[in-house]
């Protein structure tokens, strides 16, 4: 029989970005509107951006058994500026047995290999090479709210645009969608092939200086064109992004962030800068710091915004907090920075008190007369309603703490949600202001200067976060961990464990008052950015505690876990990634109901570390399950004690291997055989559904 009519397979669909709109930033004095955001989901599988030149997401994943690498080299066309290039090579492991893509619409295929067209955009893998490719052109030119799937011919400036001697496009999407043995995670990378820079959602062609910082585990990365002319020094740019991520305690810290300083004299319309993907974002070249509502920090705050990753991530009763919250938090940081003082920040959010925007409902955005409703008035009433939440908890509580619970939440963000968190943190008071100034006409005045000093300038807790010293769990057995030169990376990298995908990892965690007063933790466990699992209590200055923080990972791949400024690398494999090299019983005669040790060898089966659930099967099915963990090119034994309780001769498997038990003092008699032997035993039927995005929405 075919092995594909033999196998129940899995399917799983990895969809790549869906993004949806372009929101644009707006001087403090500006009147040009804006075009509001929707949005598409920001990545939850493990991703690799990559630098020029080079593939970051490849080093990941290199002879992965239990991952589909998605590589896109981009290239310039300076002759034909209309369009660009896009080369994309999917690496497809041996547990897949059929895929399909789907590139964006305008999206002209110019060759393939190892691809056959099955529809207008849709193209299934032959089984030819384990490394099909496919080249295709992009239109460059994007305006107004243009999505990648259908260019919106607003006149409002360009979002994306390729003059000939340089361009500044987006990264196209590509759906995947795989059917096979094993359930497969998804990485990616991209690359621009020749002058340029990416970060893996924003491609820039032309000569670029590259300026990086480093940044609590991750980095920052800056582009400036040789075309721009920087108003900022890229130090300046990069102490007010660094100081940024330090100050903002709201989870979704991403590894890498990529910035572009674009040239300013290029018809952008009303927009100052758009936040595009999961960390990507360009920002006019003449954009400063010490403006009321800085560029750099507004497009900084909408990476940090992993609750507006996708359009139906947030409610249209929420939509409003989006733009409100980059505005308000924007100014706030330029503030207490000492790059703005407080007339600028005064100034900012006095906008939101203009009788235009006043009458409007931010809760209801059928009611907003002025697009720039959520820049001015959402800025105001979200900063009210911070000020509110600091003075009922003398400081203890701020919408951080709320932004930090938005981030957390899968699904849609309601205005249920918003209220709810903003009471859970500051009491049903605190709510009651939040529901007159979200769901009323109602407007907040700004506060004075004085007013300011009293909420903001309070004494709070000082909290330190780590991970804790008691061993990591694995489906509540001790786990090994290791350090990652033990596994093929460098000193001073992240630890690293190996883990089953499905099994439940258990992290320790440990919280320390390191400040004056006593006041209110989160102690949280972020996994690529994302809030997984957190406790809150309150300690007494100089107090120490500790708590056991969960996560479960569903599909392979490579994550970064975070308690505090600690952080650790999971790798999540499947089964594929272990290889049963021998399988032995002993004693191979027995009596019946006695004891029999079944000893299997295994391996890592490629060249990343590995991990696996082991089955021993016998005729009445899985009798022990042993979980494993392996570094590159390590092998051990693991086993189990068996029993039958009849006289007969059984078989035992474990992997692909077998051996054969006699139990009784009788004639040989025939082998009672693992049922369905042959048939990998990963092929449990079931069916799977995943949405994976790998770019966010345009701001």
Do not use: C
């Not at 033999?6 to 790549?16: R, T």
């Not at 009323?440 to 991970?467: C, I, K, N």
Request: hydrophobic share 35%; aromatic share 6%.
């Amino acid at each position: 029989m075919n092995s594909r009519v033999a196998v129940l397979a899995f399917v799983v669909l990895l969809v790549g970005s869906l993004p949806a709109g372009v929101g644009a930033i707006e001087p403090a004095q500006a009147t040009a509107s804006p075009v509001t955001a929707d949005s598409s989901a920001v990545p939850e599988a493990s991703e690799s951006l990559a630098s020029v030149g080079t593939s970051a997401g490849s080093a990941a994943t290199s002879g992965s058994e239990d991952v589909v690498l998605r590589e896109t080299v981009l290239r310039h066309r300076p002759d034909d500026p209309d369009v660009f290039e896009a080369e994309l090579t999917v690496h497809v492991p041996d547990s897949v047995t059929e895929l399909e893509i789907e590139l964006e619409r305008d999206a002209t295929v110019e060759s393939m290999t190892g691809f056959e067209r099955t529809g207008d955009r849709t193209f299934e893998w032959t089984e030819d090479t384990d490394a099909p490719t496919i080249r295709y052109t992009m239109p460059a030119d994007r305006r107004g709210g243009g999505t990648q799937r259908a260019v919106d011919s607003s006149s409002d400036g360009y979002t994306f645009i390729d003059t000939g001697e340089w361009g500044i496009v987006p990264v196209p999407d590509v759906g995947i969608s795989v059917r096979g043995t094993e359930s497969v995670g998804l990485d990616r990378s991209a690359r621009v092939d020749g002058p340029g820079a990416t970060g893996g959602d924003i491609a820039f062609f032309g000569e670029v200086t590259e300026h990086e910082r480093a940044v609590d585990g991750g980095r920052i990365r800056l582009v400036v064109p040789e075309a721009a002319d920087l108003e900022e020094s890229p130090e300046a740019i990069l102490d007010a992004l660094a100081d940024a991520r330090e100050r903002l305690d709201v989870g979704s810290r991403r590894d890498e962030v990529f910035m572009v300083a674009v040239p300013s004299d290029i018809d952008w319309g009303s927009k100052r800068g758009i936040q595009y993907g999961a960390s990507d974002a360009w920002v006019v070249d003449d954009a400063t710091l010490d403006e009321p509502n800085p560029v750099w920090l507004h497009e900084y705050i909408h990476v940090r915004q992993r609750f507006s990753g996708r359009s139906d991530n947030t409610a249209s009763e929420t939509k409003w907090v989006v733009e409100g919250q980059a505005d308000y938090y924007a100014g706030l940081l330029a503030l207490e920075s000492g790059r703005t003082d407080f007339n600028d920040f005064s100034g900012l959010l006095e906008r939101g008190e203009r009788s235009s925007y006043a009458d409007a409902v931010l809760s209801d955005p059928s009611t907003w007369d002025d697009s720039n409703t959520p820049y001015t008035k959402g800025a105001l009433a979200y900063g009210e309603i911070d000020r509110q939440l600091r003075l009922a908890t003398g400081g203890d509580r701020t919408l951080e703490d709320v932004f930090r619970t938005l981030n957390a939440q899968d699904g849609t963000v309601t205005e249920a949600d918003f209220l709810g968190s903003i009471e859970d943190n500051g009491g049903a008071k605190v709510r009651h202001v939040a529901e007159q100034y979200t769901q009323t006409e109602s407007t907040p005045e700004m506060w004075s200067r004085s007013q300011h000093r009293t909420a903001f300038d309070q004494e709070v807790a000082a909290f330190e976060y780590g991970l804790g010293s008691d061993p990591i769990e694995v489906g509540k057995q001790e786990w090994p961990r290791w350090t990652a030169a033990e596994t093929g990376g460098t000193d001073g990298d992240p630890d690293v464990i190996a883990v089953p995908a499905g099994e439940s990892v258990t992290i320790p965690s440990t919280v320390t008052n390191a400040g004056d007063r006593e006041g209110t933790y989160d102690a949280t466990l972020e996994v690529d950015g994302r809030v997984v699992d957190h406790r809150r209590g309150t300690l007494p200055p100089g107090e120490e505690t500790s708590h056991a923080l969960s996560w479960t990972p569903s599909d392979p791949g490579e994550y970064d876990i975070r308690v505090g400024s600690d952080r650790l690398t999971v790798v999540v494999r499947s089964s594929a990634s272990v290889t049963v090299t021998d399988l032995q019983v002993a004693p191979d005669s027995i009596g019946a109901g006695e004891p029999v040790t079944a000893t299997a060898t295994v391996e890592a089966a490629d060249d990343r570390p590995a991990a696996a659930v082991l089955e021993f099967r016998t005729v009445d099915g899985t009798v022990a399950n042993r979980s494993v963990a392996l570094r590159p090119g390590e092998t051990t034994t693991v086993d189990a004690e068996l029993r039958f309780d009849e006289d007969g001769r059984y078989e035992v498997a474990v992997g692909d291997r077998t051996a054969v038990v006699s139990v009784g003092g009788g004639p040989a008699a025939e082998i009672d055989e693992v049922p369905g032997f042959g048939i990998p035993a990963a092929l449990v039927a079931f069916v799977t559904a995943l949405a994976v995005t790998l770019l966010a929405r345009r701001r």
